[in-house]
C-alpha cells in the first residue's frame, strides 16, 4: 500500500519559517516527480511547487519563487518543502503528491496519481 506522510506543517508569525517533509511509502519514487500543492478554505487546491525525479529541475508558482525550495532525498524515498518569509497568504492545507508517470515535471492535480493526508499551515500577521 503506497502511502506518502506529511509532516512539519504548524503555526508561525509572518516572516518565519517552516520545513514540511514527505516521506512514501509502499514504493520507491526515485524515477518519478513529487510536488506540493495547498489549498486554502473556500479556495480549489492549487500547485506549489514539483521537483523532477532527479532533484535537479524545479519549478514554483509565481507566488512563492525566492521563498520556497523543494528538494529531495531519493535514498530516503522523502520530499521537501522549505517555507522562507511565509506570509498570511501562505495559510492553507500543504498536500504531498507523487506521479506514476517517469520523467515527468508535473504542475497540474489530474497528473498526480498519489497524495497524503495533507498538514496545516496557518501564518499569522
Known amino acids: 500500500q503506497v502511502q506518502l506522510q506529511e509532516s512539519g506543517g504548524g503555526s508561525v508569525q509572518a516572516g518565519g519559517s517552516l520545513r514540511l517533509s514527505c516521506a512514501a511509502s509502499g514504493r520507491t519514487f ?12 473556500g479556495k480549489e487546491r492549487e500547485f506549489v511547487a514539483v521537483i523532477n ?32 518569509s511565509l506570509k498570511p497568504e501562505d495559510t492553507a492545507v500543504y498536500y504531498c503528491a507523487a506521479a506514476i508517470a517517469k520523467y515527468t515535471l508535473p504542475i497540474s492535480i489530474s497528473e498526480y496519481d498519489y497524495w497524503g493526508q495533507g498538514t496545516q499551515v496557518t501564518v499569522s500577521s
Open 53 to 84: 525525479w532527479t532533484g535537479g529541475i524545479t519549478r514554483y508558482t509565481d507566488s512563492v519563487k525566492g521563498r520556497f525550495t523543494i528538494s529531495r532525498v531519493n535514498a530516503k524515498n522523502t520530499v521537501y518543502l522549505q517555507m522562507n
Open 30 to 41: 526515485s524515477q518519478n516527480a513529487m510536488g506540493w500543492f495547498r489549498q486554502a478554505p
